[in-house]
């Protein structure tokens, strides 16, 4: 085996830095140091904090706590950077146990050199662990290693060393008719199988190719014969090539399901530049590797076959499965990311706040579902009326709603967005006009009802409401995410609210990971009422699970309210270190002590009780009094145990105790008269929700059944490459209306108010992911954010709007 120098690279996974090749004990490889002065390199921060974090992970602490409460501890390391430094830290120990597999099999053949062991050693991704490995990993018995059976190794070497020798002599003296080596020209072919073999198993060569395909590479995509007219939603790929590390994550998916639907085929062309009739560069790297310095003696020329060989056959097929396997993964782990991001938003959205709520789930010819839950979420009625066509009872539906909201005294009316809701919103305004002078506060709000069916169907909810039809529990739920939008969307599956792209398409598992990771954050960055959350919520919290969280409900149930935060010690099987990691983020209001409605941790009660007697006082006496709070000094209260940043955080807390960091509430106004697509017009001006920001822009709920897309490029007139500093799910914003495509419900939209839809460019095919959830529609090599080009590539959004609302739906 031949190894190189040193170089340092990073364009794919199994492309790293190779360090010092000191070897070392077999059992002492990449150990917890190692894992944590790579995790601090990645991070940018101090080793001791990364070592430090591990030690509190490994002993059951969650990123949660960790991020709130040991921050001396960490060296302020915040919740990002945790589950990044959590991620890293599985796949590191992951790729430490490969590594000890990987020498131990090495070893146990005998073969293990000490610089093999080294290189091992040294390989700081997965992709490198397998390429050392790969001449050594046991595999079906090849034609090379059939040959080598027959003794025509030797030959190999041979010609390698002489090569003006008469090739077809010397592979005579090889001949091994009992092994099936019967001529010349079959021991040819055998030697050529062994040489192959050889050369493609090479770490440094293999190394050099991937580093080559990364550069140059691209991805084609071509339509499967006969399907043109099957896979017109992909046409825009039926001859698409596009350098392979660039392409983005919604166009890689777009193509990759296109292949999956038997309409398109991908390859790699590693030589774009090129005819290909001269064969391809990576040929000129294996023979430079192997320093063949081919001529054209016969020794040569069959090297030359076998080199050709080699890469057509051994090293291209498997670097395109490789390297589209990494486009995938890559492109996947994009689009969790902007399901997670949007999912965090809209979880973090305003609460509506603990209102009596009117909720109406709205339909046709089933009606339109009534539902009222009192400040608290307790329902207290339901009904269901029938205000639209066939029954057309509007006014008894006026009548019955205006009875109900004046006996429940209802401030909020919570509308879903669903089929009628426009109907429904109208509905809702005679309503109000007609009881304003009773109820002069009534406000409706349109509210999502994405997974409302799903947890309307679900075992918790069955559980919940045992006699109610599925149908009524949707409209609780849509009352219930207006008062507490995570409170409610919890007790939904993630992956089921909708507001990512492709999510069909990702890995499910690590898609279930990352939101559980966002809801877990969200849930504890805001805190839970310990009396008044479900069970689907407590179970969000740091330290506590399922089962934990029904045992809290169940003892709330049996002792009534919990009035301090210590009597959790006693619901069954939450000991101390549950509580410990729990506490904090639960929160009593009117306890037995002022602290426990706030983010203080119990364990340092003792701190503030500290400070309040050097301010001769009581400790509700510092609870929200800035002016006494202003006064003291927190440097004078470090202990070993906290220190300065944690006495910040509790002085803050105390000033403003249980603050929620969630925004304040507000609502669109759709505008009336505008309630189906074709109602939209060019240069309307209109006030919407946003539902979803992918990378290529932001989808926008203007009141029409139908999402429309503002294109990155028009976002803003600064230039954007990421819509998500810019907007985010459930903010409220203003758009113009660029262009509106009624038979295929297609809207363009703008929040560049003063863009000119004349200047709007001859809108081009549609663009070639309109019917894959997303998609920017746009050559990677053209900029889209050239103020000349912003209306064309508005006019392109509206070919996703359709697709991402059967998505959320």
């Given at each position: 085996m031949v190894f190189v120098e040193a170089t340092p690279y990073n364009l794919v996974d199994g492309c790293g830095i190779f360090g010092d090749t000191k070897s070392t004990n077999l059992g002492s490889m990449y150990s917890m140091q190692n894992i944590a002065q790579t995790i601090a390199q990645e991070l940018n921060v101090r080793e001791q904090q990364v070592t430090a974090t591990i030690t509190l992970l490994d002993d059951g602490a969650t990123v949660p706590f960790v991020a709130r409460y040991r921050k001396e501890v960490t060296g302020g390391l915040d919740d990002t950077q945790l589950r990044t430094l959590y991620t890293r830290l599985g796949y590191l120990r992951d790729l430490n146990d490969r590594r000890k597999v990987i020498l131990s099999s090495i070893d146990a053949q005998g073969k293990l050199t000490p610089a093999l062991q080294a290189a091992i050693n040294n390989a700081d991704s997965k992709t490198r662990l397998e390429d050392l490995y790969l001449p050594y990993k046991p595999k079906r018995r090849t034609k090379g290693q059939i040959a080598i059976e027959a003794g025509i190794e030797p030959l190999v070497d041979q010609l390698l060393q002489d090569r003006q020798a008469n090739i077809d002599a010397v592979a005579s003296q090889y001949i091994n008719s009992d092994a099936g080596f019967s001529d010349a020209k079959a021991v040819l072919d055998g030697a050529r199988f062994i040489l192959m073999e050889r050369f493609a198993e090479d770490a440094e060569l293999l190394h050099k190719v991937r580093r080559q395909l990364t550069q140059q590479a691209q991805l084609e995509s071509r339509m499967v014969k006969g399907k043109e007219k099957e896979g017109a939603k992909f046409r825009d790929y039926f001859e698409h090539s596009e350098k392979l590390t660039h392409i983005p994550s919604h166009r890689a998916l777009a193509m990759l399901r296109g292949r999956n639907e038997g309409v398109l085929s991908l390859s790699m062309n590693a030589d774009p530049d090129t005819d290909g009739k001269q064969g391809s560069y990576c040929e000129v790297i294996i023979s430079d590797h192997f320093n063949l310095k081919l001529g054209d003696s016969d020794v040569d020329q069959w090297l030359k076959q076998v080199v050709t060989a080699t890469w057509r056959i051994k090293i291209a097929l498997q670097m395109e499965t490789e390297f589209i396997a990494k486009l995938r993964e890559q492109a996947e782990t994009e689009a969790i990311n902007v399901f997670a991001r949007n999912l965090g938003d809209l979880l973090m959205a305003a609460p509506a706040g603990a209102k009596c709520t009117l909720g109406l789930d709205p339909g046709l010819r089933t009606g339109v579902k009534v539902a009222i839950v009192n400040n608290t979420g307790k329902l207290v009625a339901h009904s269901t009326i029938f205000p639209h066509a066939p029954q057309n009872q509007w006014e008894k539906s006026i009548r019955t709603l205006s009875n109900l909201v004046k006996m429940h005294k209802v401030e909020l009316i919570a509308i879903g967005n669903g089929t009628a809701s426009r109907e429904t919103d109208k509905l809702a305004a005679e309503l109000i006009a007609t009881v304003k002078a009773d109820m002069p506060t009534l406000t409706k709000v349109m509210v999502s009802e994405a997974g409302a069916s799903v947890y309307s169907a679900s075992e918790l909810a069955a559980e919940e409401f045992p006699e109610l039809d599925v149908s009524i529990r949707g409209a609780v739920s849509i009352a219930r995410r207006l008062q507490d939008p995570l409170a409610e969307l919890v007790k939904i599956e993630p992956k089921s609210i909708g507001v990512g792209q492709y999510q069909h398409d990702v890995s499910q598992s690590q898609l279930s990971q990352s939101l559980e990771a966002v809801v877990e954050d969200c849930v504890n960055g805001v805190g839970v009422d310990l009396n008044?959350?479900?069970?689907?919520?407590?179970?969000?919290?740091?330290?506590?699970?399922?089962?934990?969280?029904?045992?809290?409900?169940?003892?709330?149930?049996?002792?009534?309210?919990?009035?301090?935060?210590?009597?959790?010690?006693?619901?069954?099987?939450?000991?101390?270190?549950?509580?410990?990691?729990?506490?904090?983020?639960?929160?009593?209001?009117?306890?037995?002590?002022?602290?426990?409605?706030?983010?203080?941790?119990?364990?340092?009660?003792?701190?503030?009780?500290?400070?309040?007697?050097?301010?001769?006082?009581?400790?509700?006496?510092?609870?929200?009094?800035?002016?006494?709070?202003?006064?003291?000094?927190?440097?004078?209260?470090?202990?070993?145990?906290?220190?300065?940043?944690?006495?910040?955080?509790?002085?803050?807390?105390?000033?403003?105790?249980?603050?929620?960091?969630?925004?304040?509430?507000?609502?669109?106004?759709?505008?009336?008269?505008?309630?189906?697509?074709?109602?939209?017009?060019?240069?309307?001006?209109?006030?919407?929700?946003?539902?979803?920001?992918?990378?290529?822009?932001?989808?926008?709920?203007?009141?029409?059944?139908?999402?429309?897309?503002?294109?990155?490029?028009?976002?803003?007139?600064?230039?954007?490459?990421?819509?998500?500093?810019?907007?985010?799910?459930?903010?409220?914003?203003?758009?113009?209306?660029?262009?509106?495509?009624?038979?295929?419900?297609?809207?363009?939209?703008?929040?560049?108010?003063?863009?000119?839809?004349?200047?709007?460019?001859?809108?081009?095919?549609?663009?070639?992911?309109?019917?894959?959830?997303?998609?920017?529609?746009?050559?990677?090599?053209?900029?889209?954010?050239?103020?000349?080009?912003?209306?064309?590539?508005?006019?392109?959004?509206?070919?996703?709007?359709d697709a991402f609302a059967k998505l959320k739906k």
């Open positions: 008044m959350a479900s069970m689907p919520l407590l179970a969000q919290v740091a330290g506590l699970n399922k089962t934990l969280a029904r045992n809290i409900v169940e003892y709330r149930d049996q002792h009534g309210q919990f009035t301090s935060r210590k009597q959790l010690l006693k619901v069954a099987r939450l000991g101390p270190k549950a509580f410990e990691q729990a506490a904090g983020f639960l929160r009593i209001v009117g306890g037995d002590n002022p602290l426990d409605a706030s983010a203080v941790h119990p364990e340092a009660y003792s701190v503030v009780e500290t400070m309040a007697k050097a301010q001769q006082q009581a400790v509700d006496a510092l609870v929200g009094n800035s002016e006494l709070l202003k006064q003291i000094d927190a440097s004078r209260f470090i202990t070993p145990e906290f220190g300065l940043p944690t006495l910040n955080d509790i002085l803050s807390e105390l000033e403003k105790p249980g603050r929620d960091p969630r925004g304040e509430f507000k609502t669109a106004v759709f505008k009336e008269g505008v309630e189906q697509v074709k109602d939209l017009k060019p240069d309307m001006i209109l006030e919407g929700v946003v539902t979803n920001v992918t990378n290529f822009g932001a989808f926008v709920d203007v009141g029409v059944h139908q999402d429309g897309l503002v294109h990155i490029s028009s976002l803003t007139d600064k230039f954007v490459s990421d819509p998500h500093t810019v907007v985010k799910a459930g903010d409220v914003v203003k758009v113009k209306v660029m262009d509106v495509d009624v038979e295929r419900k297609r809207i363009s939209l703008s929040m560049r108010l003063d863009e000119k839809t004349a200047d709007k460019a001859p809108s081009p095919r549609p663009s070639h992911t309109k019917a894959h959830k997303g998609g920017q529609g746009k050559s990677p090599q053209k900029s889209q954010h050239k103020s000349s080009q912003a209306p064309a590539n508005a006019a392109m959004g509206n070919a996703f709007a």
